[in-house]
């Protein structure tokens, strides 16, 4: 048994496993509260939560919807096929210089 098991994952690292994602009732009014405020135009969302409550595979999961190549969430509203995910992940460093960091790689 490996003792040193941790549900965190570093979503700028490496690609989640969602075969066993489900969609709670929670998770759906998660999705539909981004893409009702999509539609209000805001593009900016912060996604906050205790350790371990699976927030980096939401995010996953929402990538993977948006992108087309799987349903996650039942879609009442669609949202652009050309939409554009930056994952950032916390660090101790500069805001600005971590987020230029993704941006021009």
Do not use: C, W
Not at 47 to 74: D, W
Request: charged content about 15%; overall charge negative; cysteine-free.
């Amino acid at each position: 048994m490996n003792s040193n098991f941790s549900p965190s994952v570093n979503i700028a690292l490496r690609p989640i496993d969602l075969s066993d994602y489900f969609i709670t009732s929670n998770v759906q009014a998660v999705f539909d509260a981004i893409a009702s405020n999509y539609r209000s135009g805001i593009r900016s969302i912060n996604l906050i939560g205790a350790y371990g409550t699976g927030k980096s595979s939401f995010l996953s999961a929402f990538e993977q919807h948006v992108a087309g190549n799987r349903v996650f969430f039942e879609s009442t509203t669609l949202l652009p096929a050309n939409f554009e995910i930056i994952k950032i992940v916390g660090d101790y460093d500069s805001f600005i210089d971590s987020l230029g960091m993704v941006v021009n790689p």
